[in-house]
């Protein structure tokens, strides 16, 4: 049994998160620039086995797909190449960023680490997966 990996894309950083074997809880991974990404997953699953990646999927207030979806889809590709045998999955992840820095501030993160773009971007795969295990979770 395989932990599931969240993906909270950007054209320069993209946060890592990771599910513990019982796909019951989130935790931050790792945040890294975009061109390393797909090189530290290949590590990573020499290490650990990923049933199933989840990658944010940013969409307007109206629904509509936001301007980076392009640049994710080819990301994506990226991901079905070089990781055949692993499931890809596609979540909404609106306002985790919002989230991310709420949380870090209810945490009591002093405001320099919360100023720290790579943190929030950790913070947000960790919350774009919780929300995903959450629904899977409500749906059986």
Do not use: W
Request: net charge positive; with cysteine; aromatic share 8%.
């Amino acid at each position: 049994m395989g932990c599931l990996v969240g993906i909270d894309y950007g054209t320069k950083r993209t946060g890592l998160a990771c599910t513990d074997p019982n796909k019951i809880i989130a935790s931050g991974l790792k945040n890294l620039p975009t061109h390393q990404v797909i090189s530290y997953l290949k590590e990573y699953c020499e290490r650990e086995t990923v049933d199933c990646f989840i990658i944010g999927k940013p969409l307007q207030k109206d629904g509509t797909p936001s301007q980076v979806e392009s640049q994710i889809k080819v990301f994506v590709g990226e991901l079905k190449k070089n990781f055949p045998n692993c499931k890809i999955e596609r979540y909404d992840e609106r306002f985790t960023s919002k989230m991310a820095l709420q949380a870090m501030m209810d945490g009591g993160l002093k405001k320099k680490k919360r100023t720290d773009k790579g943190m929030v971007d950790q913070v947000s795969a960790t919350l774009i997966l919780q929300s995903y295990l959450n629904y899977k979770m409500n749906s059986i």
